[in-house]
């Protein structure tokens, strides 16, 4: 390595800083879509440094289905008010109640498509005009194939078909009224960058992230957190079990892994020795459909 | 451990989505679960039981409409290296789908099928390669198992694509006999071409030196956003940011500010919230300035002794993207890092044949996927750099004022 090298992780954190700072300058009124989960965390990391030593110019918006861990809520107040960010919630629940939507029904009901209905409507409330997620392309071939800017319709619909081509670094970040542009700032990272990110930084993660004993029921050799917000059958048996998060969604969509990690060296060890994918592993959600996140995102969804 | 970023161009025939794969599988990045899912899927097993090749599969919309859409991004990472593969897939829309993904690559696979030999998409993918000045050029010649393995099949092709590579003023080849359906110099050297002693194909992208690609000479820098926080204890502060382009900036450098043209001296850098001594590609920096300017978007920050060209009247290289045509004398926006300025296509001087280089009039106007010469006149001054001399501050896209769409890679000159 000579005197002028970066090694991949500060790469990365270039292309994301300047892609941040793109979404500053080209749109009026911007917002960082933060879930709590570490692609998020490390949005609000990297959103930081862009922007240090004055403050994140934008809100940090939290769509909130009712179904999150305790734990992810405490964390997510927490970080907004260290950064000093404005937080704006918006809950599943109240748009369920004002637009008379039909709750999902079964074992693990996932608010997850409902939760398009309120995003939807804070954009609007708000007059967003640029959204930005923590989505990677390695996650799925849905994302695989989505551009970092992501215009999306009045609908919030993605069209995979008329993605703007995106050449060189240049972001064309251009829509019309009413139309608005989903953000992926770290498009390019892996899982595993992502989290070699958070143990070179130090940044603080929710405590879930870590070993620690849950009463969970075995489905389908997943391993899915007891909670108010799923149903259990006569038939399910109750363990507690040491065990960690690997992905952060909502209780009803999201299984835990057994394991012993209770540092980010371990952890960092784990996943670079797991043999099962993120979403494999811990995404209820994506084993409905081979299709299930290209129909989402069609719909609207991150 | 560093990035390396490629683009694999070869049609479906050549076998690129069975070396993705492979490069994939051999690299132990496809997991449990995807493999299982592609076990239950696969039709065309090979020897480990899978179909390689439907691990870069489409979207259900694609598979559907029989369509593909631009480019797909691929991820793995070996303990030398993070890999990013651009792969372009598509027929009908190859020339758009190549640049977009070259446009975002260092090194270009051709793939070239043993059987067949250099056909006229190899030296489509060669031009367009050449074009967009791509730094490493790696030719996989495939299917050697179809040819048996042989060494003068592969010297054939070889002294073939040399006289292309020479016509087309391509540095830097390197040639690879592969069989990217069994595995051959993939990972591991072949035990069926023992006459081949260069490196497999990862070890060779695992090994090519990149960072010297970068250019670390010419300080270029152009201000995307001002940071003014305004606060009680930061009242003063004003802070430049933007990516440094190319070069090194340090501390104390005289530089001038364009297209305005006045003098400052950089008093300050910071990287990443924290104060630094010099600053360099393609680092994300702050630049601070000893004088009080209106400085805004745009902005190109370059030493006095190094200056980049300012100009409004360019001649360019203009590859069209979109399904509309261009229409000589519109005005669209060119977008140059984050400089916007209105922009007529003035005169459109010929077409480029991307099969064979010849110049051919562009008389009945030009479509989706051409490459032309042009003369375009920016409403206000452009500052930049040639295209062959520091790409990175040579190119730019056109944007349709109406449809906002992007609707061309413009190569500055």
């Known amino acids: 390595m000579g005197e002028y090298t970066l090694d991949y992780l500060e790469q990365l954190e270039a292309e994301s800083i300047y892609i941040f700072r793109e979404v500053a300058a080209q749109f009026e009124k911007p917002a960082l879509l933060f879930s709590g989960g570490k692609d998020s965390i490390t949005l609000v990391q990297l959103a930081k440094k862009a922007f240090a030593p004055g403050k994140i110019p934008f809100p940090l918006v939290h769509i909130d289905t009712g179904h999150n ?57 708000f007059k967003f005009d640029a959204c930005i997620g923590g989505a990677r392309r390695d996650e799925e071939k849905a994302r695989a194939k989505e551009r970092i800017f992501s215009v999306r319709d009045e609908f919030g619909q993605w069209e995979p078909k008329l993605q703007r081509p995106e050449l060189w670094n240049i972001y064309n970040g251009r829509v019309h009224k009413g139309e608005n542009v989903r953000v992926f ?33 075995e489905h389908q050799g997943q391993l899915i957190a007891v909670s108010d917000y799923i149903t259990i059958d006569e038939t399910d048996v109750i363990s507690t079990k040491k065990v960690r998060y690997r992905t952060v969604g909502d209780m009803t969509c999201t299984a835990a892994v057994e394991s012993n990690a209770a540092t980010l060296d371990e952890v960092v060890n784990e996943i670079m020795a797991t043999r099962i994918s993120e979403r494999g592993e811990t995404r209820i959600d994506d084993r409905v459909t081979e299709a299930a996140m290209e129909d989402r995102k069609k719909g609207g969804y991150f | 451990m560093d990035i390396l970023r490629f683009i694999t161009a070869g049609s479906v025939d050549d076998g690129k989505s069975t070396l993705i794969g492979r490069l994939l599988y051999d690299s132990k990045s496809i997991l449990v679960d995807q493999l299982e899912a592609l076990e239950k899927q696969s039709k065309n097993k090979n020897a480990d039981g899978i179909d390689l090749a439907l691990l870069t599969d489409g979207l259900r919309a694609e598979r559907e409409q029989g369509i593909t859409i631009d480019v797909a991004y691929r991820y793995f990472s070996t303990t030398k290296r993070k890999f990013i593969i651009a792969d372009a897939p ?5 020339t758009r789908n190549m640049i977009t993904g070259a446009s975002n690559s260092s090194l270009i696979i051709i793939l070239i ?58 540095k830097n080849v390197t040639y690879v006999p592969i069989s990217a359906l069994l595995g051959d110099n993939i990972v591991e050297r072949s035990a069926n071409m023992p006459w081949y002693t260069g490196q497999p194909l990862l070890e060779f992208l695992e090994s090519v030196e990149v960072a010297s690609d970068i250019n670390h000479k010419d300080p270029r820098f152009q201000v995307q956003y001002v940071i003014r926080p305004q606060t009680a204890e930061l009242h003063d502060y004003r802070g430049y940011a933007g990516q440094i382009i190319s070069g090194v900036y340090k501390k104390g450098d005289k530089i001038k500010i364009l297209p305005a043209a ?33 400085i ?49 296509v003035r005169e459109v001087a010929y077409k480029l044949d991307v099969n064979t280089l010849e110049r051919i009039p562009a008389e009945d106007g030009v479509k989706l996927n051409e490459v032309v010469h042009a003369t375009i006149k920016t ?25 906002n769409s992007t609707v061309a890679a413009v190569l500055l000159n």
């Open chain 1, 69 to 125: 861990f305790p734990e992810a809520l405490a964390y997510r107040d927490a970080l907004a008010k260290e950064v000093g960010a404005e937080l704006i919630v918006r809950k599943v629940e109240d748009t369920i109640k004002q637009k008379h939507l039909t709750e999902p029904k079964g074992k693990f009901a996932s608010r997850n498509w409902l939760q398009i209905h309120t995003l939807l409507d804070t954009i609007e409330e």
């Open chain 1, 185 to 217: 700032p770290i498009s390019n990272w892996t899982e595993l960058d992502v989290w070699s990110y958070i143990k070179k930084e130090g940044v603080r993660l929710p405590s879930i992230y870590f070993a620690h004993d849950r009463e969970v029921i």
């Open chain 2, 90 to 94: 598509g027929h009908v829309q190859y």
């Open chain 2, 113 to 170: 099928d043993a059987r067949a030999g250099v056909i006229e998409q190899t030296r489509r993918h060669s031009i367009i390669a050449s074009l967009l000045k791509m730094p490493h050029v790696v030719v996989a010649i495939n299917k050697m198992d179809l040819a048996g393995f042989s060494e003068q099949r592969f010297n054939e092709i070889k002294a073939d694509y040399e006289k292309v590579a020479a016509q087309l003023n391509i």
């Open chain 2, 262 to 294: 006045i003098e400052s001296t950089i008093t300050k850098i910071e990287v990443g919230g924290k104060e630094v001594q010099e600053a360099f590609a393609p680092q994300a920096a702050v630049l601070h300035i000893a004088d009080d300017i209106d």
């Open chain 2, 296 to 344: 805004s978007r745009g902005d190109t920050f370059a030493r006095i002794d190094n200056l980049p060209k300012v100009a409004s009247e360019i001649e360019v290289v203009l590859c069209w993207l979109d399904n509309k045509p261009l229409i000589q004398g519109n005005k669209y926006f060119l977008q140059h890092k984050g400089r916007l300025v209105k922009t007529i």
């Open chain 2, 379 to 403: 409403a206000a001054p452009l500052v930049y750099d040639d295209f062959t001399a520091l790409s990175d501050y040579g190119n730019a896209i056109l944007v349709d004022e109406t449809s």
